[in-house]
């Protein structure tokens, strides 16, 4: 993943390495050493049956497959500083960063928006074949972000600034959306049951208000930086990469929650606590 310039990311190898660029192939180490495996690990979990079992989870699937891609667009973007035959292909792999990373997460909340607020509907929809369908329109759009990051990002930076940015705005809206409709739902007192079944139904309640609460921070943390880093490089016509390293660090660092939080769902994770 790379959103810096790329004058800044192609120095010769006989240059020495500047701080901002140290930390910059830091970001693409751990993106490729710690994701790798993890999401590696959540895909295997799935596969087995660990979890709920392929069809619920084909979303988070998709997702952990998208993010093993991004993990060696990490690997090729640090091979990228030493050999510049990497830059087309790393050009390619950052529209499955900008596009599949926000796309399958925003279908994995509008799951869950159906699942609580609309479960009529969910119920309907629910059979496999339907997220297959998702999902598949989702990598043909992937293929095309991936197409369009390779034939822009060089040449017309504005236009790839817009291109994710409206992408961030788009994805943003509607996850808070689904996220808030959800807490709202979850907050609001059920039919008038007691006793044991009274408890067991606050006790879920709590734990999936505390997701949905995770969830959105993450979200806002991914995002957020971005959003606000890519307009001001709009209105500025610059490419600062002092603006740019936080704003990426809290991508890739945010990146890690989904599957650390499935791991603890699966009792994979028992050192983390409860919620």
């Known amino acids: 993943m790379n959103f810096t310039t790329p004058e800044i ?13 140290i930390l910059e192939m830091c970001l693409h180490s ?20 660990t979890g709920s079992g392929v069809a619920s ?13 991004n993990c060696l667009n990490g690997l090729i973007s640090l091979l990228a500083f030493w050999y510049s035959d990497l830059s087309t292909l790393k050009q390619c792999l950052t529209g499955l960063t900008v596009t599949g990373h ?12 159906l699942a609580v607020v609309h479960p009529v509907i969910f119920l309907k929809y629910k059979p496999l ?52 409709a959800v807490l709202r ?31 959105t921070a993450t979200m806002v943390i991914t995002y957020l930086p971005l959003t606000l ?12 990469q002092e603006v740019w390293s936080p704003a990426v660090t809290c991508y890739v660092l945010a990146g890690f ?4 939080l499935y791991q603890h769902r699966t009792g994979k994770l028992s050192c983390l606590f409860s919620p």
């Open 185 to 215: 739902a979850l907050k609001q007192s059920g039919p008038g049951e007691r006793g044991r079944k009274r408890k067991e139904e606050n006790h879920m309640k709590r734990r999936m208000i505390y997701l949905i609460l995770i969830t």
């Open 229 to 240: 880093t890519t307009l001001f490089t709009i209105l500025t016509k610059l490419i600062i």
């Open 102 to 113: 926000p796309l399958f997460q925003c279908l994995m909340c509008v799951e869950r928006y």
């Open 30 to 49: 751990i993106s490729f050493l710690v994701g790798l495996p993890t999401h590696s690990y959540v895909i295997w979990l799935i596969i087995t049956g």
């Open 129 to 180: 074949r339907y997220r297959v369908i998702c999902c598949t329109a989702a990598w043909i759009i992937i293929l095309g972000s991936c197409l369009c990051c390779m034939f822009t990002i060089d040449s017309h930076n504005i236009v790839y600034m817009w291109f994710f940015m409206l992408q961030f705005l788009l994805f943003l809206c509607i996850q808070l959306f689904c996220l808030v």
């Open 9 to 21: 990311s192609t120095n010769s190898t006989t240059q020495s390495f500047r701080p901002l660029q």
């Open 257 to 260: 929650v989904q599957p650390v």
């Open 57 to 69: 989870e084909f979303f988070i699937l998709n997702f952990s497959v998208s993010e093993i891609g």
